[in-house]
């Protein structure tokens, strides 16, 4: 079945990387993601990268994917109090079905 | 552009009532999607529709119906509303599907509890 795994929580120093981690199961997703969600809001698209890419970088954002190990990884450089916010990894199984299977969520929290 | 309009932001009901969330969106996305976010689980996918007209299920579908019969509105309904459905509701579109990414635009959420 489709399932799509995070640690609840990181706690990271300001200025820091942090480095967010998610396992998904479907090996037929063609685009992996992630949103963030501040307090009280929507969630936001960060990022995505295609399947058949093994890292994307964005400015302080860098994606590494590990399909052999269905293993997607998010590292913020220079970790900033903006940065606290739910990070979410999402797995598309079928691009056809246009179903977005999400994960729990890491909440990233940054020490002074 | 207002993008992704959920309405109401909060609701009370008590067990058994009956109630629709509305969602629309101005963007002419085809795809639009309704998931529930609970703490420690994520969001999960409760319907999708992939055109006007068409509707699916998706991992927890049980207690809601939608419909969609314009493309710019896609309402979820609890048709008795239970406690174990006290949760945040979104609701988020897209316009690419089926062929390169998939990015979603959500709405603000809509917090529902049932007493």
């Known amino acids: 079945g489709e399932d799509v795994e995070q640690s609840l929580f990181l706690s990271v120093r300001e200025g820091d990387s942090s480095v967010i981690n998610c396992t998904y199961t479907?090996?037929?997703?063609?685009?992996l993601y992630w949103y963030k969600q501040e307090p009280g809001a929507g969630l936001q698209l960060l990022t995505y990268i295609f399947s058949n890419m093994d890292m994307k970088q964005d400015q302080r954002l860098t994606v590494l994917l590990n399909k052999k190990d269905k293993h997607l990884s998010l590292r913020i450089a220079d970790t900033q109090t903006g940065d606290s916010a739910i990070y979410f990894c999402?797995?598309?199984?079928?691009?056809?079905?246009?179903?977005?299977?999400f994960g729990s969520g890491t909440r990233l929290s940054i020490r002074p | 552009n207002a993008g992704v309009t959920q309405t109401p932001k909060f609701q009370v009901l008590k067990t058994g009532q009956s109630m629709t969330l509305q969602c629309a969106q101005d963007?002419?996305?085809?795809?639009m999607s309704w998931y529930r976010q609970d703490p420690g689980m994520g969001l999960r996918l409760i319907h999708y529709?992939?055109?006007?007209?068409?509707?699916d299920q998706g991992e927890v579908p049980n207690g809601y119906n939608v419909s969609r019969s314009t493309t710019e509105d896609f309402p979820l309904r609890l048709l008795s509303a239970a406690p174990s459905q006290t949760s945040v509701y979104f609701c988020?579109?897209?316009?690419?599907?089926?062929?390169?990414?998939?990015?979603?635009?959500f709405g603000a959420g809509s917090r529902l509890t049932v007493l």
């Open positions: 479907d090996s037929s997703s063609t685009y």
């Open positions: 999402a797995e598309e199984p079928d691009s056809s079905a246009s179903k977005i299977i």
């Open positions: 529709s992939v055109g006007a007209g068409i509707t």
């Open positions: 963007m002419n996305h085809e795809y």
């Open positions: 988020a579109s897209s316009y690419d599907h089926g062929s390169g990414a998939n990015v979603l635009t």
